[in-house]
């Protein structure tokens, strides 16, 4: 009886721990889980999700509003002189930039400060560097008016080139149905500000956020780790991965010297008159980072790492190492989305 009992222990010590039993795999995926769970469940506190529209309460989607801001975004009528359409300095094609330090207008004047993304921009707490403007739709009046960029000598003047034009008096008429008179500066905004609020960029860090481990490679989970540890979410953090708050650009040294600006921008002070306000602009969104370049509101640096070390030192005070550095770039890679293709045609 003795040898029964224990032939049938060593059966059951045998078959439950065969390699490739139920029992083994579950323990083998479990053990994984844990080992990746608690950098996945900080990242997920850090930026929280990706929506698929930032959608507003004060300005409701339909898809006729929708198509009236694409036709109006790249339509070179809206310069003075047609030469420039929003998609001129926002290029849908070049993720939202024109990887110029600052862009010509209508004129071929320069402007002061870079042209940023408007990939994913509408999910920012204030619009341009200095955060002048709440929404997406007041940043959309502005250029248009600018006698440096588009030069449109007033909001009547664009109102009356657009009623002559058999395409927009059906677009607006179908976009604002309720409307006598729909074409209108506020509605022009409107459009476009809709139009912006589809040009979100999913990547693979939200496959990531979302559970899928395996979405990113070990050397860019480390450069997570290594962007976490370091501070870096101190300002660029929410689901846009900045574009939240505002900053100075220099709390640890004078920006100029390390970016080699030609000219020193006083940034929101500007603004705001205010002197705790110089050198204070709207933190940028990392999303699609890697191509986006030049950097700053200047334009001022070209290589990604270069900046990426730049900022450590002014922000944080931190030296990183060459290997710190291109973990942190190898991390921002995967923050590298797609305009929906549909949007760019």
Known sequence: MTKIIAGAI????FFGCTPGSKKTEKMDSAEKQETVDPLMEKAKAFFGSLP??????ENISTEEKVLLGKTLYFDVRLSKDNTQSCNTCHNLETYGVDNLPTSPGNNGELGTRNSPTVLNAALHSSQFWDGRDATIEDQAGGPILNPVEMAIPSKQFLIDRLSE???????FAQAFPDEADPITYPNIQKAIG????????PAR??????GNVSALTENETEGLQTFINSGCTTCHLGNALGGNMFQKFGLFGNYWDHTKSKAIDNGRFDVTQKESDKYVFKVPSLRNIDKTYPYFHDGSIDD???????????????????EEAEEIVSFLATLTGEVPAHLKE
């Not at 060593?10 to 010590?13: F, H, K, P």
């Not at 698929?52 to 309460?57: I, T, Y």
């Not at 990604?304 to 060459?322: C, H, P, Q, R, T």
């Open 205 to 210: 860090f939200d496959d990531y956020l979302g």
């Open 165 to 171: 034009i058999d395409e927009y008096k059906t677009l």
């Open 304 to 322: 990604l790492k270069e900046s990426v070390l730049i900022m450590a030192k002014l922000e944080l005070n931190k030296d990183l190492s060459d």
């Open 194 to 201: 809709v139009f912006e609020r589809e040009l979100i960029t």
């Open 52 to 57: 698929a529209v930032a959608l507003s309460d």
């Open 10 to 13: 060593v059966l059951i010590l």
